[in-house]
Structures are given as C-alpha cells and as structure tokens.
C-alpha cells in the first residue's frame, strides 16, 4: 500500500470528522466554529489512525478520542463543562449515523447490477 493511499484515506478520515464537528457545533453553541472544528477532526483523526495502526484495544481508541475530543473543545472552543459534553456527544452521534448511512450506501453502490 502505498503512503499516498494511506495520507489520502487519514485525510478523509480527518475531513469527515471536522464535518461532523461543524453539525455538532452549530446544534449545540447556535455557531460553526471553523477553527474548533478542525481542531477536534485532526485530533480524533489522529487519535483514531494512530492507536489503530498501533493495534491498541477499540474500548481504549473510542476512550482516548472522546478525551481528547473533550479537550479541544474545552481548550479551542473555550466552551464550560455541560456545553462541552454536549457538543461531544452530538459529535460522537452524528459521526456514527453518518458513516452507517455512507457505509451503507457504499455497500449499496458496490453490489449494484452492472
């Protein structure tokens, strides 16, 4: 595999989670914050390819990346506790039913008669 192939799927990785960010900001804080959002992409993004490539435990990976997560919220966004674990917990849903739905369709467009 080449590294092209590997930037290019983290990228996308990183990509679709700050989108997911930007939902989770403008349904929790009223505003998408462009910086916060990207912030918590690259860094679940890393989080998530990095402890995975490194094989390190699920339950652990889906830990770390809801802290760190939490932490650029709290740090980027300077954002209090409640409304912080807000925007976390709609990022971690709408990320979740978005890629079942893209997942889901892939499937779909993958098995389609030619």
């Not at 490194?54 to 709290?74: E, I, Q, S």
């Amino acid at each position: 595999m080449s590294w092209l192939a590997i930037a290019g799927t983290v990228g996308g990785y990183i990509l679709f989670l700050a989108v997911t960010a930007v939902i989770a900001l403008r349904y929790i804080t009223g505003a998408a914050e462009p910086r916060t959002a990207a912030s918590m992409g690259v860094a679940v993004g890393a989080i998530g390819a990095g402890a995975t490539t490194l094989g390190v435990h699920p339950t652990l990976v889906v830990a770390a990346a809801l802290l760190g997560d939490l932490g650029v919220v709290r740090a980027v966004g300077a954002h209090p506790w409640l409304r912080s674990l807000g925007v976390v917990t709609i990022h971690m849903v709408v990320s979740v039913l978005m890629g079942t739905v893209g997942f889901g369709l892939l499937a779909l467009a993958a098995n389609a008669p030619v």
